[in-house]
């Protein structure tokens, strides 16, 4: 398995060979959104290659000029590709990229049909943003992708909030109010799915406390 870059013409010849109508959907849809905010000249797709060659996984990703931040804007496997474990893969190789480039942190947004795989990581979400997706920004463990469990047993909800809690309070703020009654019915489902990794309470808690400190 290797990790490689791919240009603007090269993701659209890679995913012109994807077959089901919903990866194909998805491929498209992420390049219309990279296109709309990134230039494809810096930073843009990296692809996972299985060892007989083929394109198996997808991941927009970004480090920031300051190298603070690893966000993850898309992580997507064909449909005939999943369950073989290539999506944790290639975030594996990402996040370890990142620390080769000393980044401290990464953020991203899950939708509800991701939860399971990121939760199965040991990612935990602080609450959703505007649109209703799941956010997470949590410290990156010195030992990448597999510390992250351990991290967050063992670490409070201050220690991985570091110094960002205003911001990331400020993406979560109030936004279950703003869902709808079916969307309210689905977070709620979610939120007893994710458990102890649903951690918006707690967040609000220790925010409040700051606030009454300060």
């Keep these: 398995?290797?990790?490689?870059?791919?240009?603007?013409?090269?993701?659209?010849?890679?995913?012109?060979?994807?077959?089901?109508?919903?990866?194909?959907?998805?491929a498209i849809q992420?390049?219309?959104?990279?296109?709309?905010?990134?230039?494809?000249?810096a930073q843009g797709c990296n692809v996972l290659i299985d060892n007989e060659g083929k394109h198996v996984c997808y991941i927009f990703s970004k480090i920031d000029r300051y190298?603070?931040?690893l966000t993850v804007y898309n992580l997507f496997t064909p449909l005939i590709d999943r369950r073989q474990g290539f999506a944790e893969?290639?975030?594996?190789?990402?996040?370890?990229?990142?620390?080769?480039?000393?980044v401290r942190r990464i953020h991203f947004t899950s939708v509800s049909d991701s939860l399971d795989f990121y939760t199965s990581l040991g990612f935990i979400?602080?609450?959703?943003?505007?649109?209703?997706?799941?956010y997470c920004?949590?410290?990156?463990?010195?030992?990448?992708?597999?510390?992250f469990e351990?991290?967050?047993?063992?670490?409070?909800?201050?220690?991985?909030l570091g110094s960002k809690m205003e911001k990331i309070y400020?993406?979560?703020?109030?936004?279950e109010g703003k869902l709808t009654l079916k969307q309210n019915q689905k977070h709620t489902a979610n939120c007893l799915k994710l458990g102890d990794k649903w951690i918006y309470n707690p967040l609000s808690v220790l925010h409040y406390e700051a606030r009454l400190s300060s």
């Design 170 to 175: 400020s993406k979560v703020v109030d936004n």
């Design 89 to 102: 893969e290639l975030l594996d190789s990402t996040i370890n990229h990142a620390l080769s480039k000393h």
């Design 1 to 26: 398995m290797r990790l490689h870059p791919l240009n603007r013409d090269e993701y659209l010849l890679s995913v012109s060979t994807i077959t089901d109508t919903e990866s194909k959907r998805f």
């Design 67 to 69: 190298s603070e931040y």
């Design 125 to 134: 979400f602080w609450g959703i943003n505007d649109i209703g997706h799941y």
């Design 30 to 41: 992420a390049l219309a959104w990279w296109d709309r905010h990134f230039s494809w000249k």
């Design 137 to 147: 920004d949590l410290p990156i463990p010195k030992n990448g992708l597999i510390g």
């Design 150 to 160: 351990e991290m967050i047993k063992f670490s409070t909800n201050t220690t991985l």
